[in-house]
């Protein structure tokens, strides 16, 4: 079977694949390569979720690449206007080209003999099988399945007459106006939807088993409003970015040293913004601490505000059983609806449902241990990006891209073929994931680990990161160089 050859092939034209790629035209211009996309188009989350108020959950200036200003006046945005930003990115860049769409790609092998993969996709417009082979392989494809979401099994649900719906698959002519609504859900995807379904429902009633952290911020930004009206984007832009970088940061190492003091702060916070005499511990005072999940941000307050003014409420309890008329609780409480909305999470997949081998033997990824958060264990010419759970993703999306760039060229310069992440020699291994949301407690024993310190452990600090990523050395104890020949069965456990 005939195949194309790139010097770098991309999994994903998402947000993290289109940066990539945009990396490797800035640094490593000789490179050849090119992008498979499982879907018809450009944009990956911000394409594939489409329901109500679809939004950003941290502001555009980390969110945003590195080498590309946000200039959209709002600092948390629309999916709309993310997906623009990412396909006019790819334009300026010359990516679209380079774009195959329709390939799923479902295994790579790895030839240390040739120091080549050979990458089989299929194609899901023709029913082809196509053959890539390339000598680096860039997963960005995220850590999520794209062709369901999380739905618990609801007793009784058979019953139910109205319309369930997971935000996932949102249904272009769903019509919700005038209707009670009941979403089931705590987290990001239900603290957007509700505001948003509020504006045109009767009633909107988020239904949580238990409560979540919730911060209001701005969806402006008044530092980057003012510095705008006097610096030129690309000055303005990095300042923004590094001030909310740093603030992010700091916010993260108080939760983490001082979680009393945070949760007091939040609540008083919520306190503030919610009707007199509200029950503000039962139903915005999580068990956890702050950062044990990911903490769900509010653009200008929507959801308290929706709240106070009585379009929507927020029930803590758990499902008994649907009805005929909605939704019976635990308590015995039921919930009249008329739509019901699952925001009940995601099912992770690891590299996009693909599988790997290397010279022969099956690469087990839970036994593999990340390097620097970007490389497997005993996997060569391979990385795959994962991006920070208490921050943008795009912050460590552009580091890894820009290491990858670094790793390329080192390459070159030495006259060498490969490089293969070692793992540690010894200590404690942990879930490369450190959430203790339920989508990952769900799948995260299928996923790689990390080790107890650097190169193998994710501190969760961009500040560090950067200095490891951008600036530190690319050979260490981690990590091992080499020409083409030698098999890697020795450093790939089946």
């Known amino acids: 079977m005939a195949s194309d050859h790139v010097d770098v092939l991309i999994v994903g034209a998402g947000l993290s694949g289109v940066g990539a790629a945009c990396h490797l035209r800035r640094n490593c211009p000789d490179k050849t390569y090119a992008v498979l996309e499982a879907r018809g188009a450009i944009g990956g989350t911000w394409d594939l979720f489409r329901y109500p108020g679809i939004r ?26 993310i997906r623009d930003y990412v396909t006019e990115t790819a334009h300026e860049y010359g990516v679209t080209g380079h774009i195959r769409f329709h390939h799923r790609v479902v295994r790579a092998e790895w030839d240390s003999a040739r120091a080549r993969w050979t990458v089989h996709a299929h194609r899901t417009d023709t029913g082809e099988t196509v053959v890539f082979t390339c000598a680096f392989l860039f997963i960005c494809a995220g850590y999520y399945r794209y062709d369901s979401g999380y739905t618990p099994t609801f007793p009784g649900i058979e019953r139910y007459p109205g319309q369930v719906v997971h935000p996932q698959h949102w249904p272009a002519d769903l019509d919700h106006t005038g209707k009670r609504v009941v979403v089931i859900g705590s987290g990001a995807t239900a603290v957007t939807l509700v505001p948003a379904l509020a504006q045109r429902a009767a009633h909107v009633t988020m239904l949580q088993r238990s409560p979540t952290y919730i911060m209001a911020l701005p969806s402006r930004d008044v530092v980057a409003d003012a510095l705008r009206r006097w ?27 001082a979680p009393g003091l945070v949760k007091k702060l939040l609540r008083r916070a919520a306190k503030g913004r919610l009707p007199a005499g509200y029950d503000v511990d039962r139903h915005f005072s999580p068990r956890y601490n702050p950062w044990d999940q990911r903490l769900c941000i509010v653009p200008d307050g929507d959801l308290f505000t929706a709240v106070r003014h009585g379009r929507a409420s927020v029930v803590t309890d758990t499902v008994d059983t649907f009805t005929e008329r909605g939704v019976r609780l635990t308590s015995g409480t039921e919930l009249a609806a008329d739509v019901v909305v699952t925001a009940t999470g995601l099912d992770l997949l690891a590299l996009g449902g693909m599988t790997l081998t290397v010279d022969g033997v099956d690469v087990d990824l839970a036994r593999t241990v990340a390097y620097k958060g970007m490389m497997l264990s005993g996997v060569p010419n391979f990385a795959l990006t994962i991006g920070y759970t208490n921050a943008s993703w795009t912050l460590k999306a552009d580091l890894v891209a820009t290491y990858v760039c670094r790793l390329l060229r080192h390459l070159d310069r030495t006259g060498q073929q490969i490089v293969t992440p070692l793992p540690p020699s010894g200590g404690p291994l942990e879930p ?50 080499s020409g083409a020949g030698a098999p890697e069965r020795s450093s790939v456990r089946a």
């Open 56 to 81: 950003s959950d941290s502001d555009m200036f980390t969110l945003g690449y590195s080498f590309k200003p946000w200039t959209d006046p709002k600092a948390i945005a629309d999916g709309d206007s």
């Open 231 to 257: 610096l030129p984007a690309k000055a303005a832009y990095p300042v923004v970015r590094w001030k909310n970088v740093l603030l992010a940061t700091a916010n993260f190492q108080l939760s983490r040293r």
């Open 432 to 481: 490369i994931i450190d959430l203790s949301a339920g989508y990952v407690l769900r799948s995260v024993d299928a996923l790689p680990k990390q080790g107890a310190r650097a190169p193998w452990r994710l501190y969760q600090n961009y500040p560090r990161d950067v200095l490891l990523m951008r600036h530190g050395r690319l050979t260490d104890e981690g990590v091992r160089f």
